[in-house]
């Protein structure tokens, strides 16, 4: 995945990216069923400059070939997600003929006409980035890139599973999916595709959180305005747990290196790369001029970043005395803007005005917040069990 503020050169290292090949981190497996199709360049911008330059026909949703190993994707949001919303109305308005009982809910959702479904909490990214995720696991690439640009905030696109899926629990609870699947057969098939869309969410969130399958670009411009940008960017990116693996700068500002845009109160985790991209005189308006910004990809590192890599730690005491305290890696540009909420067995936090749902591990959901500290790296949330809920030995 590449990203970062919009102007910072974002599709430039992208395609860049894409139409070099990569040094592979392990010997490729070559299928002689695939065998050209190497890389496939996905673009979610629907304006993107991506098929003049790399010189072929826009065709949304259908992967273009490019040359050998190069394949283009363009992604239309809007037809993504009306066209798998109207699948999904069809099963709901078959579940109302077929009811004859009310259900709220049903009801609600089923109303909802095609051109609305973008009104939705995160159902219009969730089902582009469901696409991106099933080409991912077809079989019929090595790597995929994901140009991110044109995306306005990338962070909220990127956290739009976990948008979603918190959505559909608030407004029909699992539990209560199961229980009128029981009582009411005609309501079976569409928990179980309510199910199977949480599951999908599930799915892509883990996938977009995964260091060994998953690396991160981050670009970023030179001079004062990526200086000021760069620790809000770490601190999405550490809250929403992205695998970080590169630092994306122009040559002059790798240069200074980390003396000008990366001070020294910004701590860079281990595993992460600030790379220099070079400057060209000459409009990027063919391959040959991409491949000579000298730009490659790096492999996924595996090294969890952010909330990702969260640790539980619970203290010598026994039963209710126990404190048990989670904490993650975390960039703080301003904890003023730092907030903490609870919503069942998420954890809700709000870092520089982006809310992101933590599920929390199954220990700390019989618990209570006691208090939270962030000690200038790490946030420290600690929990004491709730004796309402605690089991009693």
């Known amino acids: ?25 392990r010997p490729e497996v070559r299928s002689p069923l695939a065998a050209d199709r ?23 949703n259908d992967a273009v070939a490019v040359s050998s190993h190069l394949h283009l994707l363009c992604l239309e949001r809007l037809t993504s997600a009306t066209t798998s919303w109207a699948l999904f109305a069809e099963l709901l308005a078959d579940t109302v003929r077929r009811s004859k ?8 959702l089923a109303g909802i006409d095609q051109a609305e479904v973008t009104s939705l909490p995160g159902v219009e990214d969730a089902l582009l980035l469901r696409r991106i995720r099933d080409e991912a696991v077809s079989g019929q690439w090595q ?19 976990s948008t979603l899926r918190h959505s559909l629990d608030r407004l029909w609870p699992r539990h209560r999916r199961l229980a009128a699947a029981a009582d009411r057969p005609a309501v079976a098939q569409l928990t179980t595709a309510v199910d199977t869309i949480d599951r999908d969410c599930a799915d892509v969130a883990e996938l977009l959180r995964d260091a060994d399958t ?18 809000h960017q770490l601190a999405s990116i550490d809250l929403l747990g992205l695998p970080l693996r590169t630092i994306y700068l122009d040559d002059a500002t790798a240069e200074s290196g980390r003396r000008e845009l ?31 910004l000298g730009v490659t990809l ?23 005395d126990t404190t048990y305290e989670l904490s993650w890696p975390q960039t703080l540009p301003d904890p003023g803007r730092f907030m903490l ?13 982006l809310r992101h749902c933590l599920p929390l591990p199954s220990v700390l959901r019989r618990c209570v917040v006691d208090d939270a500290d962030w000690d200038g790296q790490q946030v420290r949330i600690r929990f004491r069990p709730d004796p309402a809920v605690w089991p009693r030995r």
């Open 101 to 108: 009982i009310t259900l709220p809910f049903v009801d609600t």
């Open 143 to 161: 790597r995929i890139v994901v140009d991110l640009s044109g995306m306005g905030d990338p962070y909220q696109l990127l956290d739009a599973p």
């Open 262 to 292: 990366v001070p020294d109160e910004i701590d860079i985790a281990p595993g992460v790369d600030i790379r220099g991209v070079a400057a060209l005189d000459t409009p990027l308006e063919r391959p040959a001029r991409l491949k000579k």
């Open 38 to 60: 190497h890389t496939l360049l996905v673009t979610v911008d629907r304006c993107s400059p991506v098929p003049d330059i790399l010189g072929v026909f826009r065709s949304p």
């Open 298 to 320: 790096l492999a996924p590192s595996g090294r969890a970043h952010g909330s990702s890599a969260l640790s539980v730690v619970g203290d010598e005491a026994d039963g209710l």
């Open 341 to 353: 909420g609870r919503s069942g067995d998420d954890l809700l936090v709000t870092v520089d005005g």
């Open 214 to 231: 998953t690396a991160a670009h981050l670009v970023v411009g030179s001079g004062y305005r990526g200086a000021r940008l760069l620790p």
């Open 1 to 25: 995945m590449v990203f970062g503020p919009g102007g910072s050169g974002v599709t430039a290292v992208a395609a860049a990216g894409a139409v070099s090949r990569p040094r592979a981190r």
